[in-house]
Protein backbone atom coordinates (compact mmCIF):
# COMPACT_ATOMS: atom_id res chain seq x y z
CA UNK A 1 0.00 0.00 0.00
CA UNK A 2 3.00 2.45 0.85
CA UNK A 3 4.65 1.84 -2.57
CA UNK A 4 1.27 2.18 -4.38
CA UNK A 5 0.87 5.42 -2.72
CA UNK A 6 4.79 6.75 -3.47
CA UNK A 7 4.69 5.52 -6.91
CA UNK A 8 1.12 7.95 -7.33
CA UNK A 9 2.70 10.19 -6.22
CA UNK A 10 5.91 9.71 -7.94
CA UNK A 11 3.91 9.59 -10.97
CA UNK A 12 1.75 13.12 -9.77
CA UNK A 13 5.14 14.45 -9.62
CA UNK A 14 6.94 13.64 -12.80
CA UNK A 15 3.85 14.58 -14.93
CA UNK A 16 3.15 17.90 -13.35
CA UNK A 17 7.29 18.81 -15.01
CA UNK A 18 5.59 17.16 -18.63
CA UNK A 19 4.01 20.11 -20.18
CA UNK A 20 0.32 18.93 -19.26
CA UNK A 21 -0.09 22.72 -18.25
CA UNK A 22 2.82 24.52 -19.99
CA UNK A 23 1.90 23.48 -23.67
CA UNK A 24 -1.72 23.99 -23.62
CA UNK A 25 -1.06 27.58 -21.77
CA UNK A 26 1.71 28.45 -24.33
CA UNK A 27 -0.63 27.25 -27.33
CA UNK A 28 -3.66 29.28 -26.04
CA UNK A 29 -1.47 32.59 -25.86
CA UNK A 30 -0.21 32.09 -29.13
CA UNK A 31 -3.43 31.66 -30.78
CA UNK A 32 -4.97 34.68 -29.00
CA UNK A 33 -1.89 36.72 -29.84
CA UNK A 34 -3.31 35.59 -33.59
CA UNK A 35 -6.28 36.73 -33.00
CA UNK A 36 -5.04 39.97 -32.08
CA UNK A 37 -3.46 39.92 -35.35
CA UNK A 38 -6.87 39.18 -37.08
CA UNK A 39 -8.01 41.69 -35.06
CA UNK A 40 -5.89 44.53 -36.02
CA UNK A 41 -6.29 43.72 -39.82
CA UNK A 42 -9.78 43.54 -39.24
CA UNK A 43 -10.00 46.80 -38.04
CA UNK A 44 -8.08 48.23 -40.67
CA UNK A 45 -10.21 46.48 -43.81
CA UNK A 46 -13.20 47.47 -41.70
CA UNK A 47 -11.71 51.53 -41.35
CA UNK A 48 -10.15 51.82 -44.75
CA UNK A 49 -13.62 52.06 -46.45
CA UNK A 50 -15.00 54.90 -44.51
CA UNK A 51 -11.85 56.68 -44.68
CA UNK A 52 -11.21 56.32 -48.77
CA UNK A 53 -15.19 56.79 -48.77
CA UNK A 54 -14.47 60.53 -47.10
CA UNK A 55 -10.72 60.85 -49.66
CA UNK A 56 -12.55 60.18 -52.27
CA UNK A 57 -14.97 62.94 -51.83
CA UNK A 58 -12.53 65.29 -52.00
CA UNK A 59 -11.88 64.65 -55.75
CA UNK A 60 -12.84 62.73 -58.48
CA UNK A 61 -8.89 62.39 -59.74
CA UNK A 62 -7.98 59.84 -56.86
CA UNK A 63 -10.57 57.46 -57.92
CA UNK A 64 -8.45 54.90 -59.46
CA UNK A 65 -6.02 54.43 -56.77
CA UNK A 66 -8.56 54.37 -54.07
CA UNK A 67 -10.69 51.41 -55.97
CA UNK A 68 -7.18 49.96 -55.54
CA UNK A 69 -6.81 50.10 -52.15
CA UNK A 70 -10.70 49.44 -51.74
CA UNK A 71 -10.17 45.63 -53.88
CA UNK A 72 -6.84 45.08 -52.41
CA UNK A 73 -8.81 44.99 -49.02
CA UNK A 74 -11.77 42.89 -50.28
CA UNK A 75 -9.36 40.66 -51.68
CA UNK A 76 -7.43 40.49 -48.38
CA UNK A 77 -10.46 39.61 -46.20
CA UNK A 78 -11.06 36.80 -48.29
CA UNK A 79 -7.93 34.80 -46.72
CA UNK A 80 -8.64 33.74 -43.59
CA UNK A 81 -6.16 31.95 -41.04
CA UNK A 82 -7.72 30.00 -38.16
CA UNK A 83 -5.63 28.69 -35.25
CA UNK A 84 -6.05 25.34 -36.23
CA UNK A 85 -4.16 26.65 -39.37
CA UNK A 86 -1.04 28.18 -37.64
CA UNK A 87 1.19 24.81 -38.60
CA UNK A 88 0.51 25.00 -41.95
CA UNK A 89 3.54 27.44 -43.34
CA UNK A 90 1.07 27.58 -46.74
CA UNK A 91 -1.87 28.91 -45.55
CA UNK A 92 0.26 31.60 -43.11
CA UNK A 93 2.28 32.79 -46.04
CA UNK A 94 -1.11 33.20 -48.26
CA UNK A 95 -2.95 35.02 -45.66
CA UNK A 96 0.70 36.92 -44.96
CA UNK A 97 0.83 37.40 -49.03
CA UNK A 98 -2.71 39.26 -48.91
CA UNK A 99 -2.31 41.36 -46.34
CA UNK A 100 1.02 42.69 -47.75
CA UNK A 101 -1.19 43.03 -51.04
CA UNK A 102 -3.46 45.93 -48.70
CA UNK A 103 0.23 47.38 -47.79
CA UNK A 104 1.62 47.65 -51.25
CA UNK A 105 -1.64 49.78 -52.37
CA UNK A 106 -1.94 51.88 -49.42
CA UNK A 107 1.64 52.59 -50.08
CA UNK A 108 0.91 53.58 -53.99
CA UNK A 109 -1.89 55.62 -52.51
CA UNK A 110 0.28 57.63 -50.70
CA UNK A 111 3.42 57.64 -52.95
CA UNK A 112 0.59 58.85 -56.05
CA UNK A 113 -1.27 61.85 -54.67
CA UNK A 114 1.16 64.48 -53.04
CA UNK A 115 -1.68 66.95 -53.40
CA UNK A 116 -3.57 65.26 -51.13
CA UNK A 117 -1.02 65.84 -48.32
CA UNK A 118 -2.88 69.38 -47.81
CA UNK A 119 -6.12 68.61 -47.78
CA UNK A 120 -7.50 67.49 -44.08
CA UNK A 121 -9.12 64.28 -45.33
CA UNK A 122 -5.50 63.18 -46.38
CA UNK A 123 -4.16 64.06 -43.13
CA UNK A 124 -6.90 61.69 -40.99
CA UNK A 125 -6.17 59.22 -43.29
CA UNK A 126 -3.06 58.88 -44.09
CA UNK A 127 -2.70 59.42 -39.65
CA UNK A 128 -5.91 56.77 -39.19
CA UNK A 129 -4.19 54.26 -41.48
CA UNK A 130 -0.31 54.85 -39.80
CA UNK A 131 -1.76 54.45 -36.18
CA UNK A 132 -3.43 51.27 -37.74
CA UNK A 133 -0.18 49.96 -39.20
CA UNK A 134 1.21 50.27 -35.87
CA UNK A 135 -1.14 48.72 -34.29
CA UNK A 136 -0.62 45.32 -36.66
CA UNK A 137 3.06 45.61 -36.11
CA UNK A 138 2.62 45.43 -32.39
CA UNK A 139 -0.14 42.76 -32.73
CA UNK A 140 2.82 41.01 -35.34
CA UNK A 141 5.69 41.08 -32.72
CA UNK A 142 3.57 39.64 -29.63
CA UNK A 143 2.30 36.61 -31.82
CA UNK A 144 5.84 36.10 -32.54
CA UNK A 145 6.87 36.34 -29.25
CA UNK A 146 3.78 33.68 -28.20
CA UNK A 147 5.05 31.80 -31.34
CA UNK A 148 8.43 31.57 -29.74
CA UNK A 149 7.87 30.98 -26.35
CA UNK A 150 5.12 27.97 -27.43
CA UNK A 151 8.34 26.58 -29.93
CA UNK A 152 10.56 26.58 -27.06
CA UNK A 153 8.46 25.22 -24.76
CA UNK A 154 7.15 22.02 -26.94
CA UNK A 155 11.19 21.54 -27.45
CA UNK A 156 12.52 21.53 -24.29
CA UNK A 157 12.43 18.93 -21.69
CA UNK A 158 10.71 18.13 -19.71
CA UNK A 159 7.66 19.96 -21.16
CA UNK A 160 8.47 18.37 -24.98
CA UNK A 161 7.75 14.82 -23.65
CA UNK A 162 4.18 15.67 -22.55
CA UNK A 163 4.16 17.67 -26.01
CA UNK A 164 4.33 15.05 -28.04
CA UNK A 165 2.64 11.99 -25.57
CA UNK A 166 -0.36 14.43 -24.84
CA UNK A 167 -0.98 16.64 -27.35
CA UNK A 168 1.32 15.30 -29.96
CA UNK A 169 2.43 19.34 -30.79
CA UNK A 170 3.55 20.75 -33.35
CA UNK A 171 5.97 24.17 -33.87
CA UNK A 172 3.35 27.06 -34.74
CA UNK A 173 4.76 29.24 -38.16
CA UNK A 174 5.76 33.17 -37.04
CA UNK A 175 4.55 36.12 -39.06
CA UNK A 176 7.58 37.12 -41.65
CA UNK A 177 7.44 39.49 -44.33
CA UNK A 178 6.57 38.43 -47.82
CA UNK A 179 7.04 41.52 -49.52
CA UNK A 180 10.98 41.53 -51.21
CA UNK A 181 12.51 44.33 -50.12
CA UNK A 182 10.34 44.52 -47.00
CA UNK A 183 13.76 44.83 -44.55
CA UNK A 184 13.99 48.33 -45.70
CA UNK A 185 11.69 51.42 -45.71
CA UNK A 186 9.91 52.01 -48.96
CA UNK A 187 10.80 55.76 -50.33
CA UNK A 188 8.84 58.01 -50.12
CA UNK A 189 8.22 60.24 -52.96
CA UNK A 190 5.59 63.72 -53.15
CA UNK A 191 7.15 64.43 -56.66
CA UNK A 192 8.51 67.65 -54.92
CA UNK A 193 12.46 66.99 -54.61
CA UNK A 194 15.48 68.70 -57.00
Known amino acids: MKYRA ?11 GCGINSV ?7 KAKWAD ?9 DLIPNLVATVKAAGAQEKSILVEV ?3 RASASQV ?14 AYEKAQAGVTLSLQRLQEAYPELKSQGNYTVLMSQLEGTENRITIARADYNTAVQSYNTTIRTFPDAVGAKIFYGAK ?3 PFQATTPGAEAAPPVNFGNSN
Open 24 to 30: PTAEENA
Open 37 to 45: VQNNYQRRA
Open 80 to 93: QVSGGDLTDPAKVA
Open 171 to 173: PMV
Open 6 to 16: AFALAAVVSLS
Open 70 to 72: TQA
